[in-house]
Each structure stands twice: as C-alpha cells, then as structure tokens.
C-alpha cells in the first residue's frame, strides 16, 4: 500500500517571533514530505490520526476525527518550560495518517507509518481520533521491534476497559481484545498488560471477568484513590516484568468532565488534570516506555478549549520527563 502523510497545517505552528518567549510551535519541526524528510537527529515524532468511525462503529459520538488538529493548535502555543533539556528535545510533526476507504485501511497504514518511525528508533507519539488506533500502533511496534512472545508491556490509562468482543467488528471498544488475542507472535501476554483507572459503573461485569481471566491488572480509579502517581508506579513495574518495552495509551476520558468535557465520553468522575499531568511526566521518564497515543478528544464536545489544552499539557509533561531521560 502506498500512501503520503499528509502534511501539518503551518498555521498551527505558533509563534511569537521573540527569541526571549520561545513556544513549541518554534521548535517543533514540521515536516512535509513524511519520514524520507526528516531531519536524522530526531527523538520524537507527532503524528495524527484524524479517523473516528471506530468510535460511531462503538455507537459513540463522532467528532474526534479534529482531536489532532485541535491538540495541536493549543501544544504548540506552549512554552517548553524552565529546563534547558526539553528547550533542546529535537521534535518534529510528520503530521496526519490520510483516512482509507475503509477503517482496516487506515488502521493499515497507521501500522506502517509507527514501523516506519521506530524502525530509525524515533519515538511515536499518535494524536487520535478513536481508541481502535492503539492496536495498529501496537502492530507497528511489534514488527519494528521484532518483538516476540510476552515481550511487549501495555498500560491503558481509560475509564473503560476497551476488550468488547469483535460481534459488532473494530470498534473503538476493541483494541485491548485484539491486542491480547491477535498481535503477532503473541507480544502481549495478559500478565503484562494493566488498565488504569478503570470505573467501575460504566464497564460490563463479563468484559471485567474476561479480562481478569486472560491475567490483566484491572487498577480501578477507586483503588487508585488520592494516589495515583504510586500506583502508576507499580502498573509500570508490571508491565515492565519480564517485557522489553512498554506501550502507553492515555484515553482522555480517564480525566473528570470537568476538566475534559471535550472527551468522546465524557463523565463527572475521573483522574484531576494535575493528576494525569504528574502520571505523564512520569511515563515520559521512564526510559523502557517506547510508544504513547492520547485519544477520543472531540473538539465538538469541548468548551473553551479546555480539553484540547489538557491534552497539550500531556503531551508537555510527557515531553519534558522524556527530554530528562539518561539524566538521572
């Protein structure tokens, strides 16, 4: 399959044209022409994927095929903040996997596209659209990385537990069920694979059951409570046991909807937004973390912009625990 990324729009990249107020849309390199064009001494690559029909497939609300143009647009106003390290983080946005026919099309080329990217071992952050886009990437990864059997982590960061059965086909509520069942080599074995944050009155009772019996750690956001930063901690040490790399997925759904009503399904309960900031720092330090995408943010359900600047606040703390890697 050929295809060409479309390029990032260049109004998006924010500027203040003042060397003393430096934002992300100044260091942040866009790149037109896909991989074959970028700059060599890259570390971290954005890329979006602008496709929600996995979400409508899920019966959910459409909307979030905007999630990466409008994350974007509120990343890039940024300031990269107090450390001279992320100042320096060589960043650049490939930007938009191009939608297919059909959503297996585009789930394709989404996996040749994270291949592509970790196969010059840059590291993939994907900009959704609807939570089916993790299988893909986790595709991707397990080919570049030629991973074999039980020697990839996983770690959900989601309200839901996502492991709905294939009866209704993809869907936005199946990547961690096709992830455990239908990665190559199986990868992803269950002992390695923990849901975080997981609420209780909105998952099904048998998926909860199904997922438990495959092995999965299924850490509540009751049991989380007031910490967790600790627990994520310890979802990171198990999926780390025994694995070579780790996957994160960060549904922004995980966060209350009073911070995130832009989410696909958004509820009044969930993680604080400094909370989640905290737990992204976090992961971005964590050297055997190797891919993220943040997910299921719908411009049309936001307000004022709240949403889509919480998740460039994700994005920021990510990047800046990554930029302190090998530092410590």
Same mark, same amino acid.
């Given at each position: 399959?050929?295809?060409?990324?479309?390029? #990032?729009?260049?109004?998006?990249?924010?500027?203040?044209?003042?060397?003393?107020?430096?934002?992300?849309?100044?260091?942040?390199? #866009?790149?037109?022409?896909?991989?074959?064009?970028?700059?060599?001494?890259?570390?971290?690559?954005?890329?979006?994927?602008?496709?929600?029909?996995?979400?409508?497939?899920?019966?959910?609300?459409?909307?979030?095929?905007?999630? #990466?143009?409008?994350?974007?647009?509120?990343?890039?106003?940024?300031?990269?903040?107090?450390?001279?390290?992320?100042?320096?983080?060589?960043?650049?946005?490939?930007?938009?996997?191009?939608?297919?026919?059909?959503?297996?099309?585009?789930?394709?080329?989404?996996?040749?596209?994270?291949?592509?990217?970790?196969?010059?071992?840059?590291?993939?952050?994907?900009?959704?659209?609807?939570?089916?886009?993790?299988?893909?990437?986790?595709?991707?990864?397990?080919?570049?990385?030629?991973?074999?059997?039980?020697?990839?982590?996983?770690?959900?960061?989601?309200?839901?537990?996502?492991?709905?059965?294939?009866?209704?086909?993809?869907?936005?509520?199946?990547?961690?069920?096709?992830?455990?069942?239908?990665?190559?080599?199986?990868?992803?074995?269950?002992?390695?694979?923990?849901?975080?944050?997981?609420?209780?009155?909105?998952?099904?009772?048998?998926?909860?059951?199904?997922?438990?019996?495959?092995?999965?750690?299924?850490?509540?956001?009751?049991?989380?409570?007031?910490?967790?930063?600790?627990?994520?901690?310890?979802?990171?040490?198990?999926?780390?046991?025994?694995?070579?790399?780790?996957?994160?997925?960060?549904?922004?759904?995980?966060?209350?909807?009073?911070?995130?009503?832009?989410?696909?399904?958004?509820?009044?309960?969930?993680?604080?937004? #400094?909370?989640?900031?905290?737990?992204?720092?976090?992961?971005?330090?964590?050297?055997?973390?190797?891919?993220?995408?943040?997910?299921?943010?719908?411009?049309?359900?936001?307000?004022?912009?709240?949403?889509?600047?919480?998740?460039?606040?994700?994005?920021?703390?990510?990047?800046?625990?990554?930029?302190?890697?090998?530092?410590?």
């Amino acid at each position: 399959m050929s295809f060409d990324l479309h390029p #990032p729009k260049p109004e998006l990249f924010f500027t203040r044209n003042d060397p003393n107020d430096p934002r992300l849309g100044d260091l942040v390199r #866009p790149v037109d022409g896909g991989l074959e064009k970028m700059p060599g001494e890259i570390r971290i690559a954005l890329v979006g994927f602008p496709e929600d029909r996995g979400i409508a497939a899920n019966g959910g609300k459409k909307g979030a095929a905007g999630g #990466p143009e409008a994350i974007r647009r509120s990343f890039y106003r940024l300031t990269p903040g107090f450390g001279r390290d992320f100042y320096g983080l060589p960043m650049a946005d490939l930007g938009d996997v191009p939608p297919g026919k059909t959503l297996e099309e585009s789930h394709d080329r989404l996996t040749q596209t994270i291949r592509r990217i970790l196969e010059r071992d840059i590291f993939p952050i994907v900009l959704g659209g609807g939570h089916d886009l993790t299988f893909p990437g986790l595709v991707g990864m397990v080919e570049a990385l030629a991973l074999g059997e039980g020697e990839l982590g996983l770690i959900n960061v989601d309200s839901h537990l996502d492991v709905r059965d294939l009866s209704r086909g993809i869907t936005s509520g199946t990547p961690f069920r096709r992830a455990l069942e239908g990665l190559p080599r199986r990868a992803l074995l269950g002992r390695s694979f923990v849901e975080f944050g997981i609420q209780e009155p909105f998952n099904s009772p048998h998926y909860y059951r199904w997922v438990r019996e495959q092995g999965a750690t299924v850490m509540t956001l009751t049991s989380v409570g007031n910490r967790p930063m600790e627990y994520f901690l310890e979802a990171s040490r198990i999926a780390g046991d025994g694995t070579r790399v780790v996957a994160l997925s960060i549904d922004i759904d995980a966060v209350r909807s009073q911070e995130a009503p832009g989410a696909s399904a958004s509820n009044p309960r969930g993680f604080k937004a #400094p909370e989640l900031e905290k737990i992204a720092y976090l992961a971005g330090r964590t050297d055997r973390i190797r891919y993220l995408d943040l997910v299921e943010m719908c411009p049309p359900l936001d307000e004022n912009g709240r949403t889509a600047a919480l998740c460039a606040g994700i994005l920021f703390w990510f990047c800046k625990g990554f930029s302190e890697r090998g530092r410590r």
